[in-house]
């Protein structure tokens, strides 16, 4: 069987439109079984329902990580399902696996592609500010780039949750970050960071721009309410703390977490990333 992201288990295709999601008509225990095709020209979805199917407003979008980097191969399935059930919301996560050979910038224009297709189709149904979009390293960053897209397209959310997004770019060799430069820590990660960058963008020049990496950007930018979740023993901790500095996030620091803390078992570490995540979505817009 062919591996994937999601889960070790072949899925098969169905065809749904948005609104056909938010009211399946066949069991929700058997649709997060398919890859859902909504339009043949995006990428296809998983769709994971709340304990509830009846009267769903509320809808997670999901981006999630190059599993070489988080460590969560074949356990996004069970992270998005978790979500869903603790959130009691409609889970949509975006399944990029056929384009994980691309370029870079090839799979996040395909990923926003899809998120506006999604989006577009959601808010014909449910109100626009129960719309929210997570994701958790690359894809964090997949969604950030998202958010710049949405400006130029004048698209909103009200929401959004990042985990451990990569920030900096400051994976080869120089960098101004403590977190990064402490051997302590988890050093294999930056070096896949650095393999993954340096297959993943075309050219060196790339390695500074503010589309992959936020940090980079010289421009002040007006973010979604975004609440900002990583590890305080991840590398990437320091520059997820720069990052935070800017209006509308708020950083969380998960104590003796590292990258990844999404696909793990550790008890304490799942009660309090969730706490925050229930408290961060529940919460009454500002």
């Known amino acids: 069987m062919r591996h994937n992201e999601f889960d070790d288990e072949l899925k098969y295709k169905l065809f749904r439109t948005v609104k056909e999601i938010l009211h399946p008509t066949i069991s929700k225990k058997n649709i997060s079984n398919y890859k859902i095709i909504v339009n043949e020209k995006i990428i296809p979805v998983r769709v994971f329902y709340p304990k509830k199917v009846t009267n769903m407003k509320k809808v997670i979008i999901f981006i999630h990580g190059n599993s070489k980097i988080t460590k969560c191969d074949g356990k ?86 990042l985990f451990y ?49 936020q940090l980079k950007s010289k421009e002040e930018k007006v973010y979604p309410n975004t609440l900002l979740l990583c590890g305080n023993v991840d590398p990437l901790i320091d520059e997820n703390r720069e990052f935070s500095k800017n209006k509308n996030i708020e950083l969380k620091e998960i104590t003796f977490a590292s990258h990844g803390f999404l696909g793990i078992k550790d008890k304490e570490i799942k009660k309090d990333y969730i706490n925050y995540v229930i408290n961060f979505v529940n919460k009454d817009n500002d």
């Open 165 to 213: 997004p990569i920030l900096s770019g400051e994976y080869f060799g120089k960098t101004r970050f403590n977190s990064i430069k402490d051997k302590t820590l988890d050093n294999e990660l930056i070096q896949n960071l650095k393999e993954y960058y340096t297959k993943k963008l075309k050219n060196t020049k790339n390695r500074s721009n503010y589309k992959y990496f």
């Open 76 to 161: 996004y399935s069970d992270i998005s399902s978790f979500f869903s059930k603790e959130l009691d919301q409609l889970v949509i996560s975006i399944d990029y696996e056929e384009l994980k050979e691309n370029y870079l910038e090839d799979i996040y224009k395909e990923i926003y592609k899809t998120f506006k297709y999604i989006y577009n189709g959601l808010i014909e149904l449910i109100d626009k500010e129960n719309i929210i979009l997570f994701g958790d390293s690359t894809g964090a960053s997949a969604v950030l780039y998202i958010n710049n897209q949405m400006a130029k397209d004048k698209i909103t959310i009200s929401k959004e949750i």
